[in-house]
């Protein structure tokens, strides 16, 4: 775990939440189709955190009602084609395409995509928009 605490005492909150989302899976490195799930779902949730308690209106850029209901089509979508369950089960995408690497590359690769464009979110609204530095509101 990245402890930046002692060196940036002055970053706002939020920002803790996004560091320790970046530092568990570097970007851009292979791993599981599960791995590349887990990291997506962390950072839909952190956007949805982050869209939850700011003060300012995102209705023009950021609607919450939208990415919330992304998330759980994404989630929706992660049980059906199996890249919830971890790759030792037979029911999950990790297992069904342990002969086909060239296509368990690509779906990462699309996941980790994913993921940099969320976690692009979820800074531009804590940089741009300023959300209150409460601890209290993040826990919620």
């Not at 869209?51 to 300012?56: A, D, P, R, V, Y």
């Not at 990415?67 to 979508?77: I, K, L, P, Y």
């Amino acid at each position: 775990m990245v402890h930046m605490e002692q060196n940036y005492p002055s970053l706002p909150p939020l920002l803790w939440s996004f560091f320790q989302v970046s530092a568990s899976c570097p970007p851009f490195k292979m791993g599981t189709v599960n791995d590349s799930y887990l990291q997506c779902a962390a950072s839909f949730s952190l956007l949805v955190k982050v869209l939850k308690i700011s003060s300012h209106s995102f209705t023009g850029e950021i609607p919450l009602e939208g990415v919330v209901n992304e998330h759980a089509r994404f989630n929706v979508w992660a049980g059906s084609v199996g890249a919830r369950h971890p790759p030792h089960k037979r029911i999950s995408l990790d297992y069904r395409l342990r002969d086909s690497n060239f296509y368990a590359i690509r779906v990462v690769e699309i996941l980790q995509r994913l993921e940099s464009t969320l976690k692009i979110g979820s800074v531009n609204c804590i940089f741009l928009h300023e959300p209150p530095t409460n601890p209290k509101q993040l826990a919620s």
